[in-house]
């Protein structure tokens, strides 16, 4: 069957519950310890503050030395995630490194929600109305609603 | 054995396949929706193949991937209308298990396999001469 579950897995799976990041939380699933649930609560002061945003991830065979994969479950109007839920963020793709963790990972998702970045889209449609300055009082607003509509508990 | 690729990372790879076009040139597939976060329906078109009575023809169909994917097959439909002994001829269903190579469903196979393996069962030598319904109608 699958090959036994590597330390590193075992000590980062054990941390997420024993020390918990505040906002965040991760948990495996039962037939299948490289599966996560996560969840995400919007940075105070941002536009999805309130919302509690669920996602998923998983540790492909290669983990540590390639990223978790991740993607937002939740629907959320955000210029760095596309319409599936995935996630355009420097460490998860070029900038990983085996030094970082699923903690500090969810630590930077979070921060994402916080400091949106226009420059880099994934979500072009998005990214537009966020650019021009006279639009993103509107895209703020649709980000609001959004989390008001989806991403209650 | 490695890790066990969860349902919709493992539909993100088979879309990620598909938009790239790294897959069989004479078959395609996509989300139905572009914004279906549970990635449950998707479109397939086969290129019939040389040499048959398929040759040209581009067949539609309709792949619907159940919460169980992979561990179980996607349900597969012909929407353009086809004479084939895997598919229904009243609804276009295709019975996967009429497919010899991928009668034994592995959760392995991808919804490229299925389309690839349709198309090969379209150019067998039993198929291949099979009268077929007028080109452009469906189910």
């Known amino acids: ?153 | 054995m490695g890790a066990k690729v969860p349902r919709n990372f493992r539909l993100l790879e088979e879309l990620e396949k598909g938009e790239k076009g790294l897959g069989a040139e004479a078959c395609s597939y996509g989300l139905d929706e572009g914004d279906d976060l549970l990635m449950t329906n998707w479109n397939g078109t086969i290129l019939g193949p040389p040499h048959s009575n398929h040759e040209n023809r581009i067949y539609s169909l309709k792949i619907h991937c159940g919460p169980s994917y992979p561990d179980s097959p996607p349900s597969v439909t012909f929407i353009s209308k086809v004479n084939l002994p895997c598919v229904d001829p009243r609804n276009g269903n295709v019975d996967l298990s009429k497919l010899p190579s991928i009668a034994t469903w592995k959760r392995d196979f991808t919804m490229e396999t299925i389309l690839i393996e349709i198309r090969r069962f379209m150019a067998a030598p039993a198929n291949k001469k099979t009268a077929q319904p007028a080109e452009g109608t469906n189910f």
């Open chain 1, 1 to 153: 069957m699958t090959a036994p579950l590597p330390k590193r897995i075992i000590k980062e799976t054990e941390r997420l519950q024993s020390e918990p990041v505040p906002g965040i939380s991760a948990s495996p699933h039962d037939d299948n310890a490289r599966y996560f649930d996560v969840m995400v609560e919007g940075p105070g002061g941002s536009c999805y503050e309130g919302g509690v945003f669920s996602l998923e991830l998983f540790l492909p065979d290669d983990y540590p030395m390639c990223p978790p994969r991740i993607r937002f479950l939740t629907r959320i109007y955000h210029p760095n995630i596309d319409r599936l839920g995935r996630i355009c963020l420097d460490v998860l793709k070029n900038n990983w490194s085996p030094a970082l963790q699923i903690r500090t990972i969810l630590l930077s998702i979070q921060a994402l929600l916080g400091a949106p970045n226009p420059d880099d889209p994934l979500n072009e449609a998005v990214a537009k109305q966020w650019k021009a300055r006279e639009n993103q009082p509107e895209a703020i607003k649709t980000a609001r609603e959004w989390t008001r509509l989806y991403a209650n508990k």
